[in-house]
């Protein structure tokens, strides 16, 4: 048999820091992603594989999809959870800076999630911790993991990424799901279509970030582009977003997905969501085979054992 | 020896949800508190039955005391536990549906207890959980796994149920363990006395609930009934539950309990109260042994190991 | 061999409280600090010392650093934890005097760790708890199991603790660490400097508590006495103390430590700080050898494995 070179394994991701989108290759996607491909049976059994280990879970703005996925994820790889859920019984709240919260964290937990409100708190956490830190949503910068899960979700819903036409809607410009999924998106053959009102654009950085590497293409109208997608990434538009409220009512029906619309499209499109959703989705998709936004979360706890196990080496 | 066919068994609990006492039948109670019996010895020794199982402790309104009976119940199974205590940071705040919060917390979770502020939660959430949904409190409606702790109680302070005079004492409007408890109750050889100020008499449609099967007295004079009573079972009588405050001056003396006046009943009565008590039964009955309200709470371990054991079908 | 008789052992701690340190003698602390030597190794491999055993971590004031350190001392001992990290969400809020508290609490969990706002809580508890109780900071009276991991990481970083000249620095009267710290060093051959603005000065009980055994001087200046302290124990000084803010403004920068001030001190004077920090410490200080106050974080781990350990019997 012939030995193939593998330029990525489990040990290079060991010790590791998990921060940006930016950071990794093809190859290093498709392997954590593979990796998630072996948690589903894993999570499943349950195991001890982190058993004795303590993931701290700090989240220092309200969450509860995010958090519950990443300590599941622990208890289900034998681990145990040490919770910060609420910003205002922290020690941050005393007037700790970020960076001694993390040297003290560091100290109490084997490897770190965090959500936090700062653009640049992941980047600042990652200069000082000592044990691995997770991003687990920095503002609206980037949110990581939330990409690993969609990633995994969209090779499960559609057998693969490459060739398809991604649709991302929304609020591509505060969203941080949107950001962290275009630029892993810049690694596979895919041509994405940005759909969001003028005053929500997708950030040019993030844009500037996938290098050129894939065709993207901005518009305004969902309902104009939805019979080329494959797959539609949705997103809230928020009301507060927009500094004229005048320009909000004249935008808001026409970021709202219902199943009038979509038929419009092909008829095996598939529709995620982030969540939590309150309108953007109408209810009358959620029985539909296209409907994958819930089953989507079961692939976060997939991801993040698989993004947790190798940076504490035990997968 | 002759086989008797069992109607109930371990497996009838599996999969299912654990929502109102209107669900249950005799035969089912008592399996449920037989098997809280032997959760007696498995509390202290511990064990390994739901290893790597993961409950989310969802708690939508303040809570410490039922929240932490269902976690520690979990942690005696072997199991773990993903909380939400806090109401202000989970996904309802921005917006998202109780059912949408189901659907997606049931990725996270063999088994789901939740409690939250509306009356029809329980029921709502029972209709989209595809995992077991223990109630641990929906509004004014029930609080069923309370009225298993209670039920499990009684039966260790006057060794069964049947033939007991039961007093339940205060606010039996808006008492959602009161609900419960009348309504199992009805499959009991008990006579009930409902004591109540008239603006807090029990709901008719509890009383109707209990389907004529057992002798329900409804009286305002705790004083003048105690004589007859087996078991009192106090709550609170709040102030803010009167319109008219001078309503509330007039009766607030009448439902406090001291050891003047329980010695004016059975000599071995028995006193319960779903906690916390503020003033409502004086502090020098504590160390009576009529006193049963530190005691009953122990029981909720063993009756939430039995009703999570049985759901979840490792008992 | 000759056999030694033993005072103290691990028995002498099994199933007590653990509330002030005027309740323990110098072999007491030094057996405690011996069993957190263990620690240091059972620490890194896990432990099934404490499996199905459950801590309620009781945190009535904000805190991260602490209630963090307790659930992972258990966690490292095997065993399991529920919160409560919010006091609003607890029935305190719905008026519950701590004794009953206590009393409800005891019955889910072995081992209960506590902080409280009120000064006599952990004696209150104590009074009244039926498993060991650890007193987790009350009010601002005492925080043994800080001084605990203080004493630890002293040893670590002076390598014993007779000889010693130590500085206590800042908000003396406020600080429940440094009452607690200076008990417990009256068993010990060390000086001591109290250094505090006048109206911070060290309260008067908790200097009579060290029953005249070590010598004490209280001064005002920090730079003056700097030359003369092996270790420095910084705690803050809050604004809010003051009643006239032009009290605050005259002192303010006095206690402050920066690297320009630390250079007058011993070359190997050790820097501790029971954190969070606001900047009382400048952060010059840190990459230096003197900064030990984030290391001493990893000592609260091993003190407190010890503490409970013990107090659970397991030791």
């Not at 600042?124 to 830190?133: F, G």
């Not at 939330?146 to 991604?166: E, N, S, V």
Request: charged residues 25%; glycine residues 6%.
């Amino acid at each position: 048999m012939r030995q193939v070179q593998l330029l990525v394994n489990a040990s290079h991701f060991k010790g590791k820091h998990f921060i940006s989108m930016r950071d990794y290759n093809r190859e290093e996607l498709d392997f954590i992603l593979d990796t998630a491909d072996q948690m589903v049976e894993l999570e499943k059994q349950g195991s001890d594989l982190c058993k004795s280990k303590v993931l701290a879970s700090m989240f220092f703005e309200p969450s509860t999809r995010t958090r519950l996925s990443f300590e599941t994820a622990m208890f289900r790889l034998g681990g145990n959870v040490t919770t910060v859920a609420d910003p205002k019984t922290s020690s941050a709240a005393k007037g700790e800076t970020l960076e001694d919260t993390i040297k003290t964290i560091q100290n109490y937990a084997d490897i770190i999630a965090m959500r936090h409100p700062d653009n640049d708190a992941a980047l600042r956490a990652a200069k000082v911790a000592m044990v691995p830190y997770i991003n687990g949503g920095s503002g609206s910068w980037e949110h990581p993991t939330q990409t690993m899960l969609d990633l995994h979700c969209i090779r499960y819903a559609k057998g693969g990424m490459d060739g398809l036409t991604i649709g991302m809607v929304g609020d591509l410009k505060h969203g941080r799901t949107v950001h962290s999924l275009l630029l892993a998106l810049r690694h596979y053959d895919v041509k994405v279509k940005l759909i969001a009102p003028e005053q929500l654009k997708m950030k040019p950085d993030v844009i500037e970030g996938t290098e050129g590497k894939i065709e993207i293409e901005e518009v305004t109208d969902l309902k104009k582009t939805l019979p080329e997608l494959d797959l539609i990434y949705m997103t809230r538009v928020q009301k507060e977003r927009f500094p004229d409220p005048a320009d909000y009512d004249k935008v808001k029906n026409s970021y709202i997905l219902d199943k009038a619309l979509l038929s419009k499209g092909k008829r095996d499109v598939v529709v995620m969501h982030p969540l939590p959703r309150v309108n953007e989705i109408a209810t009358d998709i959620d029985p539909l085979p296209n409907a994958w936004y819930f089953r989507q979360v079961k692939h976060g706890i997939y991801a993040r054992m698989a993004i947790m196990g190798l940076a504490l080496g035990v997968l």
